[in-house]
């Protein structure tokens, strides 16, 4: 079975399929960029390398993997009461609207801030309807999954990968 499955108009993706996908990109980024960790290269150029792997997974004529990414259809991605500045590491969507967002990535070498995960909040709940939010810490290997349950609370999990 593909990963995504399109139902009508919505690709479908379960947690399950998040996790193999996310355990395949980065291992495939540990051996092929290896040299990358070794240096203690910035962030986003793991970023940029991840969201390389990701495209070569997922992009079609519906889904794009973006970096960097600080627009909502096509104004400025804000969020919270402060009306914050939201620039994503790595976005898996549909350009222009909200109808297939996928997941979205905040990434650090080591630590996540309190920063990465309000925003990644923000991204899954219903102004941004991310179907799920991830924080990817890349030298331990440790994310974060987030997403809504049936409730519409915000729940997560910490996986390794």
Sequence with gaps: MPILELLET???MEKNDLIQIL?????????R???????NIHEDALSNRL????????ESELISVDTEYNRHGDQLKKYGLEGRSAVVDIVV???????????????KKINASQDD???????VDHEFNYRFG???????GRAEIFRRNENGLIVSEEIRL
């Design 134 to 140: 991830v924080v990817l810490e890349y030298f331990s």
């Design 117 to 123: 995960y309000n925003k990644i909040n923000a991204l």
């Design 33 to 39: 960029d290896s040299y990358l960790f070794d240096i």
């Design 93 to 107: 969507h549909s350009r222009g609207n909200d109808d297939l967002n996928l997941f979205a990535i905040e990434s």
């Design 10 to 12: 919505e690709y479908l």
């Design 51 to 58: 969201a390389g792997y990701l495209r070569d997974e997922l």
């Design 23 to 31: 355990s395949k990109t980065f291992q495939r980024l540990k051996k």
